[in-house]
């Protein structure tokens, strides 16, 4: 029987260690079953919520999918901002118009992402937590009702 550790090939990188699993394709291919499997469980909840809260569904989806975009963005932005000013100081004559211009856009940027991350976390994400708690109360109180008819009638 193999130890835990022969199963690891480790790489120094610096002051870091790395330890990499030399064999992960059944840990793999054991949650991407485990995720096929459960799909449809997933994808009910998903419809059943959505159609509960069709607009806040969306708008989280939204805010999910900007959470993912953003931080590039504002990167971006603030690299040009950065880039900006560097030629000016290098040129020894600042930019005015260029360097508001990206400030502007930077500060734009962040404050969208700051909104974004208020309404996600204010408004959407209570809400469907709201919904998905009802939902799932709804389906345990349906399923204890089907239990007790089927009692009763017996």
């Known amino acids: 029987m193999s130890s835990p550790h022969s ?7 610096g002051v870091w260690t790395v330890a990499i699993l030399n064999d992960t394709k059944p840990a ?5 079953d485990s995720f096929v499997s459960s799909f449809s469980i997933y ?8 159609n509960a809260e069709r607009l806040i569904s969306v708008l ?8 993912i975009v953003a931080p590039a963005l504002v990167l971006h932005t603030s690299n040009n901002l ?14 005015a118009a ?5 400030l502007g856009a930077h500060v734009f940027m962040s404050g969208i992402s700051a909104i974004e991350s208020w309404t996600r976390d204010t408004i959407a994400q209570p809400r469907l937590e709201m919904a998905f708690r009802l939902h799932c109360e709804f389906q ?3 399923s204890e009702l ?9």
């Open 140 to 142: 345990l109180m349906q």
């Open 82 to 95: 950065l880039a900006c000013i560097e030629r000016s100081v290098r040129q020894g004559k600042p930019e």
């Open 60 to 67: 989280y989806l939204l805010c999910m999918l900007w959470e």
């Open 28 to 32: 793999l291919r054991k949650a991407v």
């Open 146 to 154: 089907f239990l007790w008819r089927e009692f009763i009638s017996h």
């Open 43 to 50: 994808r009910r909840v998903a419809y059943d919520i959505y």
């Open 98 to 102: 260029k360097i508001c211009w990206n």
């Open 7 to 13: 199963q690891l090939t480790r790489l120094q990188l």
